[in-house]
């Protein structure tokens, strides 16, 4: 069965710790996308990967980090620089055509 | 630079009547158009695109879209809504790079 998996669905997070938000895909899709939602924002893209070992900065990559050390992971960490991390996280996948698949989302809450 | 907007933040229907949701674009090139629903707390699931053959989409549950080059917009229809198409739609325009507008929530009332 094949898709996009997102872990943890919900996270709490302290001022000032740094948390990683998994995102897993067995699509063989060689493109992964990390996107912020915000209430009436649409989604803002974070970071995305075209290919192993490679990752581009997108609109607001202030505060966050990325790796892509296997084509099916992409995991996300959200520093404790970034000033307003409470949010909904998606994570895509697509091929070279442009379509994404999406993840079930991982909604972060700062305390 | 390619851009979209959606026109309207929030629309709400009755059930059994049709909708609408609007949605213009801004794009260089010949771009893809994408519609997508996001029900509460879930990820995003496309309901169409357009990638430069026929200019009118049909999609999954019903809805459709049509692409006006002229008027630059892709505009979301169905005929008859339903109890469970109350979500969020996004509409999205793609040449290199996907951009989404910031998304009509569709209310629908019994």
């Known amino acids: 069965d094949g898709g996009i998996t997102q872990s943890p669905k919900y996270l709490f997070r302290k001022e000032g710790q740094n948390v990683t938000l998994s995102c897993e895909q067995n699509l063989n899709h060689d493109a992964m996308y990390w996107y912020r939602q915000d209430p009436g924002q649409g989604l803002r893209l974070i970071y995305y990967s075209q290919i192993v070992n490679d990752f581009q900065k997108g609109d607001i990559a202030e505060g966050y980090s990325v790796s892509r050390e296997k084509k099916e992971s992409f995991p996300l960490t959200v520093t404790s620089a970034q000033k307003n991390p409470t949010a909904f996280y998606l994570c895509?996948?697509?091929?070279?055509?442009?379509?994404?698949?999406f993840g079930p989302g991982t909604r972060l809450t700062v305390l | 630079a390619q851009s979209v907007t959606q026109l309207d933040s929030h629309v709400s229907v009755s059930e059994g009547t049709p909708v609408l949701l609007r949605c213009n674009y801004s794009s260089s090139y010949s771009p893809s158009l994408f519609w997508y629903v996001q029900h509460p707390n879930k990820g995003l699931q496309l309901l169409l695109k357009?990638?430069?053959?026929?200019?009118l989409v049909k999609g999954i549950n019903g809805f459709e879209a049509e692409f006006k080059k002229s008027e630059t917009s892709f505009h979301l229809t169905k005929p008859s809504a339903h109890m469970s198409d109350a979500a969020e739609y996004f509409c999205v325009v793609s040449d290199w790079d996907m951009r989404f507008g910031a998304g009509t929530r569709l209310t629908v009332k019994p």
């Open positions: 357009y990638t430069s053959a026929a200019t």
């Open positions: 895509a996948s697509s091929l070279a055509t442009n379509e994404q698949f």
